[in-house]
Nanobody
Framework: QVQLVESGGGLVQTGGSLRLSCAASGSIFSINVMGWYRQAPGKGRELVADMTGDGITNYADAVKGRFSITRDNAKNTVYLQMNSLKPEDTAVYYC???????????????WGQGTQVTVSS
């Protein structure tokens, strides 16, 4: 069994910063892609950023230059540093990890519970 625990969301003013964390625990053999998605009210879930096990990153155009994704493989944790936040960044943020519990099992996607980020104007 695998659990993902997110933290770091909250209320911040325009131009402020927040750092999200997502820690995975349980039966984990390996994790390849770790990423963050978000879902604003009335909209679909969209990719914010992700990172492969080799350190290759991918960002949504809307956050390039403002957000930074990092990971600590020893702690099975992924982070999202969000700077210069804008009201349009307001959403529930979800971490997503592609992992497998044992060598002989396929990779599966796991989602965090979501953390609210609200940016006031």
């Amino acid at each position: 069994q695998v659990q993902l625990v997110e933290s770091g969301g909250g209320l911040v003013q325009t131009g402020g910063s927040l750092r999200l964390s997502c820690a995975a625990s349980g039966s984990i053999f390996s994790i390849n892609v770790m990423g963050w998605y978000r879902q604003a009210p009335g909209k679909g879930r969209e990719l914010v950023a992700d990172m492969t096990g080799d350190g290759i990153t991918n960002y949504a155009d809307a956050v390039k230059g403002r957000f930074s994704i990092t990971r600590d493989n020893a702690k099975n944790t992924v982070y999202l540093q969000m700077n210069s936040l804008k009201p349009e960044d307001t959403a529930v943020y979800y971490c997503n990890l592609n992992m497998r519990s044992y060598l002989w099992l396929p990779f599966n996607k796991y989602w965090g519970q979501g953390t609210q980020v609200t940016v006031s104007s």
